[in-house]
C-alpha cells in the first residue's frame, strides 16, 4: 500500500496508474523505442526462477511485470509503435507474444540490445536509422544496477557508470538526428526520458570522478550508483538546454520512479532485506511506477 496517495494538482497521485493517467489518450502514429535493465539482463527470457527476482520485476507480479515491460504494454495499448531493446531476442520474443496476446492490434517489434556494448549500442542505432522509421519517443535508462562490487564493462569502464549511463548517453546521441527530424516532419513535440533516482543527489563529494572513473581505489558501490544517476540528470538537463536553445520541438526530461519492492539490493543483504519486508508499506507496484513515465506528446 502506497501511503502518499494524496492527489496533486493534475488529479492523480503518487499511487495512480499508466493506465488511468494515459486513458483518453490517442497515440496512433506515433513510434517509441524502449530500453530496460528488465530486457538487458543475461538472464531475460531464460526459464530460471531467479529471474522471478531481479531488479525492474516486482517481486509480487513476477517476471511479466518489468517497467521496461509495463512501459511498452500501456504505450501499446495507446497506439503507439513500440520497439524495444532487448539483449535477448528470444525473451523479447516472449514479451512481444504476451503484449499482443492482451491486445491484438498493439503494434511492438523487438531489436537485438546490449547497452552494456557500446559496440552493441552502435549497431542497434544503425539499424533503426536504417529502417527509416520515425522517432517521437525515447524512454531509457530504467534503473540500472545498484550498490555493485567493482568492476569494469567489457569496454573497460566502471559497471554501474557504463550500464547506468554510457550506453543510454551513446543511444540518445546516436538516435537525435532521427528525432529532430521526426518533431519536424511531424509538428509533434517529441520526448526523451531518463529515468533517473533520487539517490543522484548522493553521490562522491566531487560529484563525478571523472579522473578516477575506472579506479577501484575510493570506490564506494553507493555513491559509484549516485554518480550514474547523477549524470543521467546533468545529461537531460544540458541535452534540455541545446534543444530549446535550437529551437527544436523535442525536450528532454530526467525523473525519480519511486521505490518498488524489487531486488535492486541484492548485492547489499542488509538493507535488501529491510526493503523487502517492509517495502509495501511504502513502495509503489510496478503500474504504479510507470506512470511517472508516460510522455504526454499525443
Not at 516486482?58 to 524495444?84: D, F
Request: glycine residues 8%.
Amino acid at each position: 500500500m502506497w501511503l502518499f496517495g494524496r492527489k496533486g494538482p493534475s488529479g492523480f497521485s503518487a499511487s495512480s496508474t499508466a493506465e488511468e493517467v494515459t486513458e483518453g489518450i490517442d497515440g496512433t502514429g506515433l513510434t517509441a523505442i524502449v530500453t530496460d535493465r528488465f530486457f538487458n539482463h543475461p538472464q531475460f527470457g531464460k526459464d530460471d526462477e531467479s529471474f522471478l527476482h531481479l531488479e525492474d520485476v516486482s517481486v509480487t507480479a513476477g517476471a511479466s511485470s518489468g517497467i521496461g515491460m509495463e512501459t511498452a504494454r500501456v504505450l501499446a495499448l495507446r497506439g503507439v509503435h513500440v520497439v524495444m531493446g532487448v539483449r535477448n531476442m528470444e525473451g523479447g520474443r516472449e514479451v512481444q507474444a504476451t503484449i499482443v496476446k492482451e491486445n491484438p492490434a498493439a503494434k511492438i517489434n523487438a531489436m537485438e540490445l546490449d547497452l552494456s556494448s557500446m559496440v552493441s549500442v552502435r549497431k542497434f542505432a544503425a539499424d533503426y536509422n536504417s529502417l527509416r522509421l520515425p522517432l517521437n519517443i525515447l524512454i531509457s535508462n530504467n534503473a540500472g544496477i545498484m550498490a555493485t562490487p567493482f568492476t569494469l564493462s567489457k569496454d573497460k569502464i566502471e559497471l554501474q557508470f557504463a550500464t547506468n549511463h554510457l550506453g543510454h548517453f551513446l543511444l540518445t546521441n546516436l538516435l537525435l538526428e532521427t528525432m529532430k527530424k521526426t518533431a519536424s516532419e511531424s509538428n509533434k513535440e517529441g520526448r526523451i526520458v531518463n529515468v533517473s533516482s533520487r539517490r543522484h543527489k548522493i553521490s562522491y563529494p566531487e560529484g563525478i570522478r571523472f579522473d578516477k572513473l575506472n579506479e577501484q581505489s575510493g570506490y564506494n558501490g553507493f555513491s559509484a550508483y549516485g554518480q550514474s544517476k547523477l549524470a543521467n540528470v546533468l545529461h537531460a538537463n544540458e541535452l534540455a538546454r541545446q534543444l530549446k536553445e535550437e529551437g527544436v520541438n523535442l525536450t528532454a526530461n530526467s525523473l525519480h520512479p519511486g521505490a518498488i519492492p524489487t531486488n535492486l539490493l541484492r548485492h547489499n543483504s542488509f538493507i535488501g532485506g529491510i526493503v523487502n519486508t517492509f517495502g509495501k508499506l511504502v513502495t509503489k507496484n510496478i503500474q504504479q511506477v510507470i506512470r511517472e513515465q508516460q510522455p504526454h506528446v499525443m
